[in-house]
């Protein structure tokens, strides 16, 4: 189901899934990495939710995205 989609027939959490997996398959190919190599985490943080990308393939923390940014993956 495409966000769009998720978001016309209510169903939130299919909306979350959907933006979840656009960031997954981001950071995915930023890395080089499979999307099971690494953890997304979500904190909030100074009113603005920050996605922390921490690797178990590299075994350190690869960046913090803000969600302005997440946004723009999320539009593209």
Do not use: C
């Not at 080089?32 to 393939?57: A, P």
């Amino acid at each position: 189901m495409s966000i769009i989609g998720a978001m016309i027939t209510g169903n939130y959490i299919g909306v979350v899934k959907e933006y979840l997996e656009k960031i997954f398959k981001h950071e995915a190919k930023l890395f080089d990495h499979n999307d099971t190599e690494f953890d997304v985490i979500l904190r909030k943080r100074e009113g603005e939710i920050k996605i922390l990308i921490y690797s178990h393939k590299q075994n350190r923390w690869l960046r913090e995205m803000s969600d302005k940014e997440a946004e723009k993956i999320l539009t593209n």
